[in-house]
């Protein structure tokens, strides 16, 4: 049977060309960057070629990128390595109720150091509203970290908005754009941030690499102490392999992103449209315009996210309930919750995330497939059946 992969916003598969330029480093390149022999010298030209990549991708310098594990690492860092850097100035920190754990939990962890957070609510679209942030400024912020795009219902945020706001008071300002760097437009002047958190393996990289920009003059404590690298900011010795599959990976998603924006918005609102439209009591979560071009997350009402989930992928097709990264836990999402969603809808939403090969006879089949498996799953639904009398 053929798969159908929908779950882009989990993971994305490396592309084939990233795998090729990542493969030398494990063999011929193996040399480690700190190293000054020609070996470690090759090696270090590869990370910096990498870095004044993402750098451009991003409209920064190079020396404002630091490499690092992946997207939760970054957050931790921006979080973890203002919130010390400042603490002399104030212990308040901004964020809303529905960033990812990695900023979340990050925030509950400082908390328990004794720094205040404030997190905002956001409205039933998901979205922040920029004079909120404005109203919660306190004399003692130091730190507001917004993400730019939800990665369970895909709501883009004003980030330049909010970014005018923050910047304006000398408050750091960090996003993360795990969701949306090679996605959508990143450049980090217009954004208006200070430090803005990216991963590879959302972007068709490697899984286990990411980058955290930090523009200049913004003072951040590591906190992986060791040896000089990444100028003293992260130390441990340089993941080449990853580091270069995650340059040539933000290239070409760069290079396809103005072709691939509409190509999958418009897969993304033939789904949502079919699903919508076709099954009776299901609701689209989110921003219907200004969301992510690949996300689609919608809410079945009478029936388990889980169950659904389960019965689509013995079809062939891979997609979510309302979070990959909660999926092992049965609280309802956060971000569902936080919209406003019951508890029930919040149970019963599905996320659909297209990505590079996704096609017009993928959602089509997704579409002949699903209402079926519904109709199955409420038939076996007491409340579906109270409601159809
Ligand atoms: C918005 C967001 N931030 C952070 C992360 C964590 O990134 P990583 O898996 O690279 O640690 C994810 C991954 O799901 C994400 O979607």
């Known amino acids: 049977m053929k798969r159908i992969y929908m779950d882009h916003a989990a993971t994305t598969p490396t592309d084939p060309e990233v795998v090729r330029a990542m493969l030398p480093f494990w063999t011929d390149v193996f040399g480690n960057p700190s190293s000054v022999h020609q070996e470690g010298r090759e090696a270090g030209r590869a990370v910096e070629e990498a870095r004044s990549t993402v750098a451009e991708v991003l409209g920064a310098r190079p020396e404002e990128i630091v490499f690092t594990a992946g997207g939760t690492e970054s957050d931790n860092l921006a979080l973890k390595g203002v919130a010390d850097a400042k603490k002399d100035r104030g212990h308040h920190i901004i964020t809303s109720k529905i960033e990812h754990h990695a900023v979340l939990e990050t925030c509950r962890f400082l908390e328990g150091k004794g720094f205040h957070v404030t997190y905002l609510d956001v409205d039933d679209r998901g979205s922040v509203?920029?004079?909120?942030?404005?109203?919660?400024?306190t004399d003692e912020t130091i730190l507001v970290s917004i993400?730019?795009?939800?990665?369970?219902?895909g709501t883009i945020q004003p980030i330049a908005a909010i970014g005018r706001i923050v910047r304006e008071r000398g408050i750091v300002f960090h996003t993360d754009a795990v969701q949306t760097a090679g996605h959508?437009?990143?450049k980090v002047d217009e954004l208006d941030v200070d430090l803005l958190s990216l991963s590879a393996h959302k972007l068709y990289g490697p899984k286990g690499v990411g980058a955290l920009y930090i523009r200049k003059g913004t003072k951040i404590t590591p906190f992986l102490h060791?040896?000089?690298?990444?100028?003293?900011?992260?130390?441990?010795?340089?993941?080449?392999?990853?580091?270069?599959?995650?340059?040539?990976?933000?290239?070409?998603?760069?290079?396809?992103?103005e072709v691939e924006g509409p190509r999958l918005t418009a897969l993304r609102d033939r789904l949502i449209a079919g699903i919508v439209g076709g099954i009776e009591h299901t609701v689209l979560n989110g921003?219907?315009?200004g969301r992510l071009p690949s996300n689609v997350s919608v809410a079945i009402a009478f029936v388990e996210g889980e169950s659904l989930v389960l019965s689509l992928d013995m079809e062939g097709i891979a997609c979510a309930t309302g979070s990959a990264c909660t999926s092992q836990s049965l609280e309802p999402s956060h971000v569902l919750i936080g919209i406003g969603l019951s508890h029930e809808l919040a149970h019963g939403t599905l996320r659909f995330s297209l990505g590079r090969h996704t096609t017009e006879e993928d959602v089509d089949h997704v579409l002949a497939v699903l209402p079926g498996i519904v109709a199955r799953l409420r038939a076996m639904s007491p409340l579906y059946?109270?409601?159809k009398k």
């Open 129 to 137: 509203d920029p004079e909120a942030v404005q109203r919660a400024i």
């Open 147 to 153: 993400m730019h795009a939800n990665n369970e219902i």
């Open 184 to 186: 959508l437009a990143t």
């Open 226 to 257: 060791g040896g000089e690298q990444e100028r003293r900011r992260r130390a441990s010795t340089h993941n080449v392999p990853g580091i270069v599959g995650l340059g040539r990976a933000i290239a070409l998603a760069e290079a396809r992103r």
């Open 287 to 289: 921003d219907p315009r």
């Open 385 to 387: 059946q109270k409601e």
